[in-house]
């Protein structure tokens, strides 16, 4: 996806790119587990919430007995977690990488989460871990001090222990009602990661024009109400949209008709305006200040 833009800095955008699937491939390894081990049905992934600032959460599970944290971590290499100053010091091939603690992470998102739910009156434990979702787990020179650090095949049996621990508070019906609450204010507070150029300080310096086929090409051509590629010659009604995506999750988050037809590299301005309604984006604005959002 990155190759369709000339940035300024692509090493970095690069990287940025591949942590970020590597954190979503992570996420989707924890969210499998749980599904499998039917850990509980009050389960929530990538909560946003407001407290005394906006935070967010990788997955919240609610029980009767406490609310639990996980956040999912996908750092490979020798790892030391250091103290005075805390931070995580990953050593792989020879390169030294200094992140921030995850212990420190999740302790902030554990004390937002619960000014929150003092906020909203409710009264139960809030615990947490740091899981490893790394396909080859990383080897620990030291250990953090302070929170559980598991990785994701011991997660079941964590939770298991800490079930037995904790007395239960919440009934069912209690459980559901703020999982209900929990969705409504993630809803509220959803921030949109994209686009994510701007965010990682990385200029555009150009755009190439073209839809992309899944053969790679950026040839394909308008051929009567499809789009045809000219290199492996598959038919494609809806190639646009893939790459009309694209733009929003790099560029910008609005894209008017003249940009669309430079992207998509087709003259009608006309023909650019029903793609961009075929592909279900949102008008906003009137007259000539027309502009369209992708309807994360
Ligand atoms: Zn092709």
């Known amino acids: 996806m990155l190759n369709r833009f000339v940035v300024d800095n692509l090493e970095f ?37 407001q407290a005394s600032g906006k935070f967010q959460i990788d997955c919240i599970v609610v029980t009767g007995g406490f609310v639990l944290v996980l956040e ?41 989460l619960r000014q929150w739910l003092t906020r909203h009156q409710i009264s139960i434990p809030v615990i947490g871990a740091v899981v490893w979702t790394t396909s080859s787990y990383p080897l620990i020179m030291k250990s953090p ?27 069912k019906e209690d459980c559901s009602e703020l999982t209900k609450l929990l969705v409504e204010e993630n809803e509220r507070c959803k921030f949109s990661r994209y686009p994510l150029f701007p965010r990682w300080q990385t200029k555009v310096l150009s755009i190439k024009q073209g839809v992309r086929c899944v053969c790679g090409s950026f040839a394909m051509q308008r051929n009567k109400s499809s789009w045809h590629c000219e290199v492996c010659g598959i038919y494609d009604k809806r190639a646009h949209i893939a790459t009309l995506k694209e733009w929003f999750i790099f560029v910008k988050d609005t894209i008017s008709n003249r940009e669309a037809c430079y992207l998509l590299g087709i003259e009608s301005r006309h023909i650019a305006k029903r793609l961009l309604k075929s592909a279900g984006l949102i008008e906003t604005g009137g007259g000539r200040s027309i502009v369209y959002k992708w309807p994360w």
């Open 13 to 49: 955008a690069e990287m940025k790119w591949k942590a970020m699937q590597a954190g979503d491939a992570g996420e989707a390894q924890l969210r499998i587990l749980l599904e499998n081990y039917q850990l509980t049905e009050h389960v929530l992934f990538n909560v946003s919430l």
């Open 145 to 171: 001090k302070h929170l559980p650090m598991m990785f994701l095949s011991t997660v079941p049996t964590f939770f298991t222990q800490q079930q037995a621990h904790f007395p239960k508070i919440l009934t």
């Open 72 to 112: 999912s971590k996908n750092i490979a290499g020798e790892l030391s977690f250091e103290e005075n100053p805390t931070r995580l010091v990953r050593v792989r091939n020879g390169v030294v990488t200094t992140f921030e603690s995850p212990e420190i992470q999740l302790e902030r998102n554990m004390q937002l």
